[in-house]
């Protein structure tokens, strides 16, 4: 196994990560770049935007963080920012995939039907007249972007809305009524979060950094994700913890100190609450 320190960040898959202009739009195949994976696509993250894929031909196996399944075509995903995750196709297989920066998904949250804070991956039958639907809004998507500077965005917002509200119909889950201000609000601390929960900040700095107060911050983290804002800083901390063990070779100590997890017992004491085992055990368990 050739040694990895990090779970690898990419703009669009081969590309190092970068700053995004405000509202980005990215729309492509993933056989236009299949000289670049062969159709293995390693373990990898997008830290600024979430991608929807839409397999239109063939399949494989899709991995979401530590979880894998397998599909075949039509089949379609949301991923969010800095979410994990891999596939491995065949060689004829393709997808469309539309990439979109953080603030333009924010600005969709409280108008589409999908909550946009998880990964979902669906699957179903080509003569559903949903999954046509998705179909015909890929190819839609697919040619206004093509469209080049004559693109228009706003049109490009409307029908990739139009695609994750369908899929919450499909089964994805749904958004929740939220208002929108409050939604804004906890996807600022989701990431806010991202960028700072190696510090071990309080609670009192995430509601100074967002200019807020406690009872909204705490009010928004419940609302849009279900969480106290301490217990998101917890669960991020274990989602990376669980990405390390399982994408990287790291000993479990290096893993915990990067955590801010100074003392090995410590870090093992809160990995086996959460988790049920030692993360040497649950590494084990998921490594492949």
């Not at 159709?39 to 935007?49: E, Q, R, T």
């Not at 965005?153 to 929108?180: P, T, Y």
């Not at 200019?211 to 106290?228: I, K, N, S, V, Y």
Request: proline share 5%; charged share 20%; no cysteine.
């Amino acid at each position: 196994m050739v040694e990895r320190n990090q779970v690898p960040a990419f703009f669009v898959y081969g590309e190092p990560s970068r700053a995004l202009d405000i509202g980005f739009l990215h729309v492509e195949t993933v056989m236009a770049r299949k000289s670049l994976h062969l159709g293995h696509v390693a373990a990898h993250k997008h830290p600024l935007m979430g991608q929807i894929t839409y397999w239109f031909e063939g399949g494989g196996t899709y991995r979401i963080e530590e979880r894998t399944w397998s599909f075949s075509a039509p089949a379609i995903s949301f991923v969010p920012s800095n979410v994990v995750h891999a596939f491995d196709v065949g060689e004829h297989s393709d997808a469309v995939v539309v990439s979109i920066s953080d603030d333009l998904l924010g600005a969709m949250a409280p108008l589409v039907d999908l909550a946009l804070d998880a990964p979902v991956l669906l699957g179903g039958e080509a003569s559903d007249p949903t999954w046509q639907r998705i179909a015909a809004l890929l190819d839609m998507i697919a040619q206004e972007y093509r469209g080049g500077a004559g693109a228009s965005q706003r049109m490009l917002s409307n029908l990739i809305g139009a695609v994750l509200s369908l899929m919450a119909r499909l089964g994805g889950g749904a958004g929740g009524d939220a208002a929108a201000p409050s939604v804004a609000l906890g996807f600022a601390l989701r990431r806010a979060i991202d960028r700072h929960f190696r510090e071990d900040w309080p609670v009192a700095r995430y509601v100074e950094l967002l200019a807020t107060t406690a009872h909204l911050l705490d009010r928004a983290a419940r609302e849009t994700f279900g969480q106290t804002v301490k217990g998101m800083v917890l669960e991020r901390r274990l989602l990376e913890a669980k990405r390390l063990l399982v994408f990287t070779v790291r000993p479990v100590e290096d893993i915990g100190r990067e955590l801010g997890f100074e003392d090995p017992a410590y870090f093992s004491r809160f990995f086996r609450n959460r988790v049920g085992e030692a993360p040497a055990v649950w590494r084990r368990g998921h490594m492949r």
